[in-house]
């Protein structure tokens, strides 16, 4: 496996030209992405139709640049978003890409990246324990995919889980089944609660036996270190991407988290508690998730890159270091103004994880 991850840009969010400019130039071929992580301009709500026309965008790019037809990579590709960019980030998207072997692998622990996909949950599931237990087994699919063999070695899970609609509710009192909340918009607080309580139970962080219904949005103190969460009405399962560290990749990108809590998030290429890469590293610097620094921030505008931040103020980050299980506005992610590194920030409860890619090699993304 070698596995790579791109950045790119987006005006709208069916616009998917930085992408065509990738494949157009050669620097990965369209039947190698096995996964799209990004933010859009919506409102991260129930109605945000921005994420399902971003996905399709994509789709469209990918099976017309590839020989996988729209079907087959809406079953295999997952493609995440997060709605809302609000004076804090730039719309954007993190392609990964896995093609065969460049060369053998070292022995040494480089970045790995698989995905899965769950059933179809039914209405009455969501938000409850089985939801948690389908998305651990999603979980688990997709850290064997990528061929990790430590938890030790996991260093970021997404999540991406429905929601509920008025028509799914009442499909499922049709059958006499209740719902977890007749509320659409809170239902989507319980579905991110519940995949984050299944990444746990995946990883080992957390006892399968002790996630109930009664813990779920209620008992904080259970909770992952490696999980972010998304929901939305695009979709009734889980689709999962994990990213990590395996000896069998021979990708020149080597993941590296930063745990520490992260009271700083400056414009600049990483945060303040994660180290930059060494000075013979020459190359790409993704940060994954550090979390959200409070106090103020500015908005600039440099042509059409929207939503730089300028200043964040020193004060202490909400919330606790670990990924909670309950509770939130859904992932935000920053995009400073240089090109090659960016931030994502994920502002549910305060859950505070960063993690690096340091690049060995130069690549203009």
């Known amino acids: 496996m070698h596995a790579q991850a791109f950045k790119v840009g987006m005006r709208a969010p069916d616009d998917v030209s930085a992408a065509a400019e990738l494949l157009d130039r050669n620097a990965c071929q ?11 301009e919506g409102n991260g709500a129930v109605n945000d139709y921005t994420r399902a026309l971003a996905t399709l965008s994509f789709q469209h790019l990918l099976a017309k640049r590839g020989s996988r037809s729209l079907e087959a990579i809406a079953r295999r590709v997952p493609i995440i978003w997060s709605g809302g960019t609000e004076g804090l980030m730039s719309p954007h998207a993190t392609i990964f890409t896995r093609e065969p072997d460049r060369g053998r692998p070292t022995g ?4 790995a990246v698989g995905t899965a996909y769950t059933r179809d949950l039914l209405p009455e599931e969501f938000g409850i324990a089985v939801h948690a237990q ?14 990790i063999a430590s938890a030790e070695d996991l260093h970021f899970i997404q999540i991406k889980t429905g929601a509920l609609t008025t028509e799914r509710i009442a499909q499922a009192r049709s059958r006499g089944r209740p719902v977890v909340t007749t509320d659409t918009y809170k239902s989507m607080a319980y579905a991110r609660a519940v995949a984050a309580l299944g990444i746990g139970v995946a990883t080992g962080e957390i006892a399968a036996p002790t996630v109930v219904d009664d813990v779920i949005g209620r008992d904080f103190s259970i909770a992952s270190n490696v999980a972010s969460t998304s929901s939305g009405v695009e979709l009734m399962n889980c689709e999962v991407i994990v990213l990590g560290n395996s000896a069998a990749s021979t990708s020149d990108l080597v993941p590296r988290a930063a745990r520490q809590r992260l009271r700083q998030v400056r414009a600049g290429p990483i945060g303040r ?9 020459r190359g790409r610097r993704h940060q994954l998730h550090p979390p959200h620094p409070g106090g103020r921030q500015r908005r ?9 931040v300028l200043r964040v103020s020193r004060r202490r980050a909400p919330g606790t270091a670990r990924r909670r299980s309950g509770r939130g506005s859904g992932s935000r992610l920053i995009s400073p103004a240089s090109r090659r590194d960016h931030l994502l920030l994920d502002a549910d409860a305060g859950g505070e994880r960063a993690l690096v890619l340091e690049g060995y090699r130069r690549r203009i993304l």
């Open 134 to 147: 389908v998305a651990a087994e999603g979980v688990r699919a997709a850290i064997k995919d990528a061929g």
């Open 30 to 40: 369209a039947d190698h992405v096995v996964a799209v992580l990004g933010k859009t």
């Open 273 to 281: 508690h994660a180290r930059p890469a060494p000075r013979d590293v």
């Open 108 to 111: 040494q622990k480089r970045f």
């Open 300 to 308: 600039h505008r440099r042509g059409d890159r929207r939503h730089h």
